[in-house]
Structure formats: C-alpha cells, structure tokens
Nanobody, 122 residues
C-alpha cells in the first residue's frame, strides 16, 4: 500500500520560508514523479511543482517559479518543497502526490498525501 505522509507546514510572515516534506512508502522512490499541489479556500486545487526522480526534470507553476524548489532524497524516500519569499497569496493546503509520469494535471496522480496547511501572514 502506497502512503504519503506530509510534514512541515505552519504559519510564517510574508517574505519568510518553509520547507514541506513528503515521505513515501510502499513504492520504489526513484520509479515515478512527484508533484505538489495547493488548494486555497474556495478555489480549485492547483499545480505547484513536479519532479521526475530518474531524470531530475522539474516543472513549476509560473506563480512560484524562482521562489519554490522541488527536490528529493532517494535514501530517505522523501520529497521536499522549499518555499522562499512567501507571499500571503501562497496561503493554502499543500498536497504531495505521485504519478507514473511528470504532469501538471491532478488526474495524472494516483496517490496523495493528507495535506499540510501553509499560512503566510502579511
């Protein structure tokens, strides 16, 4: 059974940084892509970033490009989303997910984490 456990959310002032972690079990870490999505109250879940482990290919939403970095640690089977220069509009619940191929589409992802709240105060 594939499980994704997220951690690292919290409250931060605008301009600050947070790092989200996503620990994966039940699946060979290097054989898939990981994506991060976020959902703000009253809005659709939107793509943030994704990475393919075996090639290192990364994709980012325009809204986070240059501020967020996606990465992973094979030995720990854990993915990360480093978020810098945070803005109030980044406030949302952040979800990690895994897929067979890298994609910005929610439907491409088979398994999801439970979500981590990120709140950016102005």
């Amino acid at each position: 059974q594939v499980q994704l456990i997220e951690s690292g959310g919290g409250l931060v002032q605008a301009g600050g940084s947070l790092r989200l972690s996503c620990a994966v079990s039940g699946r060979t870490f290097s054989n898939y892509a990981m994506g991060w999505f976020r959902q703000a109250p009253g809005k659709e879940r939107e793509f943030v970033a994704a990475i393919t482990w075996h090639s290192g290919r990364q994709n980012y939403a325009d809204s986070v490009k240059g501020r967020f970095t996606i990465s992973g640690d094979n030995a720990k089977s854990t993915g990360y989303l480093q978020m810098n220069s945070l803005k109030p509009e980044d406030t949302a619940v952040y979800f990690c997910a895994v897929a067979n191929v890298i994609s910005f589409l929610r439907d491409a992802y088979d398994y999801w984490g439970q979500g981590a709240q990120v709140t950016v105060a102005s």
